[in-house]
């Protein structure tokens, strides 16, 4: 890539379907101006190789990278053993199954303690018990994903075991494997008014703490909603208070190899997110691979 140059992907434009990918569905995702996908995989655990293999093939003939294997799988800090093993297997399926896509990252999740949600609100997520739980997972699936050559990307959110800047930060030290990586989404990290009007503390903590291990960064916007009760809504890019300029100008001068993929919309509303985050690329002299 070129200097002050970055790679932008999308999750959308796919069929429900993954096993549906194919060379037009691909022509599609280029023609709309991306060059990568996240491709999700409802069931890792019965998936079929020739069924990725067939997608990798769509992907290679038309230039669209896989930046990131998704799919789901039971919570990796569930309280209950058994599901646990079930969320640790189902997550190393998924790994496999990235490697044949060419995948750039293999997504993680770290779930919660709530049953309704893996990104839900739930007291237990915060202690230190779920934390130990959290490294002990990541230490399985990551020797997996040593084992198959693949990178993970483990997310946060403030209502997530890692609900901190530094807390992200303690799981992949205390992990310890060079295939945990971070998948840095700044919007999950707001959680107060204050930095809901200028999420720029959290951005900087974000990059300061774990840029070096970022590989992709998901691409999305927030605003306070009115009310006496605080609500946080994550919004259309270009329609909330995200300093772009800011992300991207750390983002191309201290993990140009990191994506950036836009996320959460609905496929008509893409265009806009992707015109959006272009007039901000534009504001600070950064451009996207074609």
Same mark, same amino acid.
């Given at each position: ?47 079929? &190789?020739?069924?990725? !293999? /067939?997608? $990798?093939?769509? #992907? *290679?003939?038309? +230039? ?44 993680v999740r770290p779930g919660s303690r709530n049953s309704r949600g893996h990104w839900w609100h739930h ?38 075991? &890692?609900?901190?800047? !530094? /807390?992200? $930060?303690?799981? #992949? *030290?205390?992990? +310890? ?100 985050i272009a007039a901000a690329a534009d504001r600070c002299g950064v451009t996207f691979a074609a």
């Amino acid at each position: 890539m070129n200097a002050n140059q970055l790679n932008l992907a999308v999750a959308g434009f796919l069929p429900a379907d993954w096993r549906s990918i194919d060379a037009n569905v691909c022509r599609n995702v280029r023609a709309a101006g991306f060059t990568g996908v996240s491709i999700v995989v409802s069931q890792p655990l019965d998936a079929q &190789l020739v069924d990725a !293999q /067939r997608v $990798r093939a769509a #992907l *290679d003939e038309t +230039g669209v990278r896989c930046a990131q294997a998704n799919g789901m799988y039971e919570r990796l800090i569930d309280a209950d053993p058994l599901l646990r093993a079930e969320g640790v297997r189902g997550h190393q399926s998924l790994t496999r199954l990235g490697r044949v896509f060419g995948a750039h990252c293999v997504y993680v999740r770290p779930g919660s303690r709530n049953s309704r949600g893996h990104w839900w609100h739930h007291p237990a997520n915060h202690t230190a018990e779920a934390f130990d739980v959290l490294v002990a997972s990541c230490k399985q699936i990551a020797r997996t994903a040593e084992e198959e050559g693949m990178t993970l990307a483990i997310e946060g959110h403030v209502s997530s075991t &890692l609900d901190t800047p !530094q /807390r992200a $930060r303690d799981l #992949l *030290d205390a992990v +310890g494997s060079p295939a945990l990586k971070f998948s840095m989404d700044p919007v999950n990290f707001i959680g107060t008014v204050v930095d809901a009007h200028d999420p720029s503390r959290v951005l900087n903590a974000l990059f300061d703490l774990m840029v070096r291990d970022t590989v992709i960064l998901h691409a999305k916007d927030c605003r306070l909603q009115d009310g006496h009760v605080v609500h946080i809504d994550e919004v259309l890019l270009g329609d909330g208070t995200m300093n772009y300029e800011l992300l991207l100008t750390r983002l191309v001068r201290e993990a140009p190899q990191a994506w950036l993929l836009i996320e959460h919309l609905p496929d008509e509303k893409i265009p806009a997110a992707r015109a959006a985050i272009a007039a901000a690329a534009d504001r600070c002299g950064v451009t996207f691979a074609a």
